[in-house]
């Protein structure tokens, strides 16, 4: 891998085995969407597209652009807000729990 932007991991388009969800999150331009523990508890999130702050309990405010990787887990984050002028796109896999 030499770093380029073929080499960014993404979830999209791409076959996961049954024991694994996909969850896609798009965030408008401008918007604020709150976050659902239950939603990423033990998600591997990628950014697809577009660039978020989010932000945590006590007032910690992160950004991350595409191609970025985070794991909510643990952290608890209120509040993921897309500051761009494109709509943000999350891809998140996690475990398939049965129903």
Aim: without cysteine; charged residues 20%; aromatic residues 8%.
């Amino acid at each position: 891998m030499d770093g380029g932007e073929d080499d960014r991991v993404s979830f999209l388009n791409r076959w996961l085995p049954s024991l694994l969800r996909l969850l896609v999150m798009v965030v408008d331009p401008g918007t604020v969407r709150t976050v659902d523990p239950a939603e990423w508890g033990d998600a591997i999130v990628v950014l697809e597209y577009g660039q978020v702050e989010v932000e945590y309990p006590g007032g910690g405010l992160q950004r991350f652009g595409r191609g970025d990787v985070l794991w909510f887990d643990g952290l608890a984050p209120l509040a993921i807000r897309n500051l761009g002028s494109v709509p943000a796109v999350l891809a998140a896999v996690s475990r398939n729990r049965p129903a």
